[in-house]
Nanobody, 117 residues
């Protein structure tokens, strides 16, 4: 089993920064693909960033230049650094890990990010 726990969310003013963390525990294969998603009220969950190997982070175009993903492989942690936050970034942010060998996806409970204008 794999457990994921996100942290670092909160309330911030527009233009501010937050750094989210996602810690994975349990039976984990090193360098398992991990992802950050977000879901705003009334909207579908959307991909924000991903890392599919030890050194291959990717962020989607809508947050490129403001968000960055990093990975601590030794401790099974991924981070999402979010700068110049905008009210439209308000959402619950979720972490996901894919166990490629088992074909399973695991999700964390999410962390709320609220950006005030």
């Amino acid at each position: 089993q794999v457990q994921l726990v996100e942290s670092g969310g909160g309330l911030v003013e527009a233009g501010g920064s937050l750094k989210l963390s996602c810690t994975a525990s349990g039976t984990i294969f090193s360098f398992s693909p991990m992802y950050w998603y977000r879901q705003a009220p009334g909207k579908q969950r959307e991909l924000v960033a991903s890392v599919t190997g030890p050194f291959s982070p990717h962020v989607v175009d809508s947050v490129k230049g403001r968000f960055s993903l990093s990975r601590d492989n030794a401790n099974n942690v991924i981070y999402l650094q979010m700068n110049n936050l905008k009210p439209e970034d308000t959402a619950v942010y979720y972490c996901r890990l894919t166990d490629v060998q088992a074909g399973r996806h695991y999700w964390g409970p999410g962390t709320q990010v609220t950006v005030s204008s």
